[in-house]
Nanobody, 117 residues
Framework: QVQLVESGGGLVQAGGSLRLSCAASGSIVGFNITGWYRQAPGKLRDLVASISSGGSTNYADSVKGRFTISRDNAKNTVYLQMNNLKPEDTAVYYC???????????WGQGTQVTVSS
């Protein structure tokens, strides 16, 4: 069983920065992908960025050039550095880890990011 704990959310002014962390505990089996998702009120949960255990990254068009996803394998932690934040980035941010071999998904509890104009 894998548990994910997000941290780093908060309130920031437009143009500011935040760094989110997603710390994993437990036994992760095989190749995996960790993604950051966000969900604003009344909207669907969308993928923001993802990173594989091999280091390959993927970003939503809306955050390219502003957000950077990275991982520290020694700490079992994935980060999302968010720069030049905009009010439309306001949402609850969740991390999800997918074990591709076992086809299992694990979600964190979410962390609120609020960007004021």
């Amino acid at each position: 069983q894998v548990q994910l704990v997000e941290s780093g959310g908060g309130l920031v002014q437009a143009g500011g920065s935040l760094r989110l962390s997603c710390a994993a505990s437990g036994s992760i089996v095989g190749f995996n992908i960790t993604g950051w998702y966000r969900q604003a009120p009344g909207k669907l949960r969308d993928l923001v960025a993802s990173i594989s255990s091999g280091g390959s990254t993927n970003y939503a068009d809306s955050v390219k050039g502003r957000f950077t996803i990275s991982r520290d394998n020694a700490k079992n932690t994935v980060y999302l550095q968010m720069n030049n934040l905009k009010p439309e980035d306001t949402a609850v941010y969740y991390c999800k880890l997918r074990e591709l071999v076992l086809q299992r998904d694990y979600w964190g509890q979410g962390t609120q990011v609020t960007v004021s104009s």
